[in-house]
């Protein structure tokens, strides 16, 4: 079943919009703060798309998320208490309990593990600012972490670049729905641990 290919070159032309660094922007910054999409998906088509533009799209999405981060302590630090019912009773509750063992345990560690890793970054913020982490190390290390992540996939794109499109366009279906598999099984791994 096609269900993917379409989507990647509406991604591909939707990358190539002459708008998308603001919205890349808008996503990045929204994901650190309160939005459950990563930047990834839009930085990596936008990367693929125009490979001489990964660098300046790595920058842009790295500040942009570094302001989400801070926008994220700001929401913990003066807002907690008005979120926490509604924190516990989502999903992320137990994803904010672990950051705060994680706080406990390894300080600015956490966000910087937390801005690199697939981890929700939107909940070390917040609990960065509930906790009231001191605000240098949480920039420092929400800067180095993210930074290194979008760096990271915007290398990627840009060593493959033409020559990545045309593989991953003849097995992005595969990808997709192996991407589908392993979610699935991920979740009832998740649930049945819980």
Known sequence: MRLFAPLYDRA?????????????AALSFAESSFFPV????????????????AWRLAW???????????????IGWLAF??????LRGSSYWPAYQQ????????GAWAVFVAGFSPIPYKVFTIAAGA?????????LASLVGRGARFFLVAALMRWGGARMEPLLR??????????????????AIWYGLH
Do not use: K
């Not at 936008?46 to 001489?52: K, T």
């Not at 906790?131 to 920039?139: D, G, I, R």
């Open 12 to 24: 591909l032309t939707w990358a190539r919009h002459p708008r998308a660094p603001r919205y890349l």
């Open 81 to 86: 208490a008005a979120i926490e019912p509604w």
């Open 60 to 74: 842009l999405t790295t500040w942009a998320s570094v302001l989400g981060g801070l926008a994220g302590y700001l």
């Open 131 to 139: 906790l009231a982490m001191p605000l240098l190390p949480f920039a």
């Open 170 to 187: 003849r097995h992005i279906d595969r990808i997709g729905w192996a991407v589908v598999g392993l979610v699935v099984v991920g979740g």
């Open 38 to 53: 990563p930047p990834d998906v839009m930085l990596v088509p936008m990367a693929l798309a125009q490979p001489q533009r």
């Open 99 to 106: 950051a705060v063992a994680w706080f406990d345990a390894w």
